[in-house]
Antibody, heavy 122, light 110 residues
């Protein structure tokens, strides 16, 4: 059974960089047919797709966040990471990582981590 | 890209059916058969319940069904049960390797 687990700092100061990791177990992050997404949910609000990294390593980001987002992979640890620069209070949210289908596997989010709350505050 | 439009709330009595809509454009919902639906219990991660418009993952009850007409996708929950009271989100492929969510619908079982 595939499992994803987020980790990282739960408190980030304004203007600094948010950094999170997503460890994948029960499957390889390099397996074809899937990409690996970050999604966030501000308290009491809806879901927002941040971006994904394809199994090949190519990345695609939400245009509204593209200038501040980097998703990268550490294949030796079977994990992928999120960096979001120049954060403000508006970036306070629960951040989820999720496996994402592609053209062949439906462009859906089928496995999710439990989520981690990141608060932006001085 | 703009978020897909969902009604903020929906409700129904136990045993009834309720349908939640998800409206986009020809650039997302209307342009691809890649609409998915998620159920989210408060404080929990979302759970995939419908993908590719109308397909159900293993283990999802057949009370949940999906459809699409033009730029609007729909999730129907039949035979409502108290346990179905959750938030529901739609998502769609939006072209150019982009994905977009709806704003979410809170389903209340009366």
């Amino acid at each position: 059974q595939l499992q994803l687990q987020e980790s990282g700092s739960g408190l980030v100061k304004p203007s600094q960089t948010l950094s999170l990791n997503c460890a994948v177990s029960g499957g390889s992050i390099s397996s074809g047919g899937y990409s690996w997404s970050w999604i966030r949910q501000p308290p009491g609000k809806g879901l927002e797709w941040i971006g994904y990294m394809y199994h090949s390593g190519s990345t695609h980001y939400n245009p509204s966040l593209k200038s501040r987002v980097t998703i990268s992979v550490d294949r030796s640890k079977n994990q992928f990471s999120l960096k979001l620069t120049s954060v403000t209070a508006a970036d306070t949210a629960v951040y989820y990582c999720a496996r994402t289908g592609d053209f062949w596997t439906g462009y859906c989010f089928d496995y999710w981590g439990q989520g981690t709350l990141v608060t932006v505050s001085s | 890209q703009s978020a897909l439009t969902q009604p903020p709330s929906a409700s129904g009595s136990p045993g009834q059916s309720v349908t939640i809509s998800c409206t986009g454009t020809s650039s997302d919902v209307g342009g691809y058969d890649y609409v998915s639906w998620y159920q989210q219990h408060p404080g929990k991660a979302p759970k995939l319940i419908i993908y590719e418009v109308s397909k159900r993952p293993s283990g999802v009850p057949d009370r949940f069904s999906g459809s699409k007409s033009g730029n609007t996708a729909s999730l129907t929950v039949s035979g409502l049960q108290a346990e179905d009271e959750d938030d529901y989100y739609c998502s769609s492929y939006a072209g150019s390797n982009n994905l977009v969510f709806g704003g979410g619908t809170k389903l209340t079982v009366l």
